[in-house]
């Protein structure tokens, strides 16, 4: 199991966002990884997807294909939220001055003991501060 944020999601869809690592992550979900994210990954996504919509960079049949995609892939969402996990939310970003979509997936990560995938460099390193393996 991982978590994987959208910056990793969006590398499977965006040629030049794709690397290796972005590779190896799509390939492992596929295969048998599960990949859990907190809720507002599906905001972010689909905001990051009409975005790109919105500047042709994307067209609406290769959105339809790609979410069509996302929904066969392993990838659970952690439902459990509460107040004191906004808190923990919070408080990681203040720590680690992370925007608090950011800290969302660094708390997922800590909650579940499990690597967190992403290529925002301020992440990682907020990660790695915390013990949190990075995938």
Not at 12 to 26: A, P, S, V
Not at 107 to 134: E, F, M, R, W, Y
């Amino acid at each position: 199991m991982l978590v994987i944020d959208c910056s990793i999601t969006m590398a499977w869809l965006f040629e030049d966002e794709k690397n290796h690592k972005t590779e190896q992550i799509l390939n492992d979900v596929v295969a048998d990884t599960i990949a859990i994210v907190p809720p507002l990954w599906l905001l972010e996504v689909s905001n990051t997807l009409l975005v790109a919509e919105n500047r042709k960079r994307v067209t609406p049949a290769q959105v339809s294909h790609f979410w069509k995609t996302l929904q066969a892939l392993s990838i659970q969402f952690d439902h459990h939220v509460s107040y004191e996990q906004g808190e923990s939310i919070l408080n990681l970003a203040r720590v680690y001055q992370l925007t608090s979509y950011d800290a969302a997936y660094l708390n997922t990560a800590i909650k579940h003991h499990i690597p967190l995938a992403t290529l925002d460099k301020k992440l990682l390193d907020s990660a790695k501060a915390c013990g949190v393996q990075i995938y």
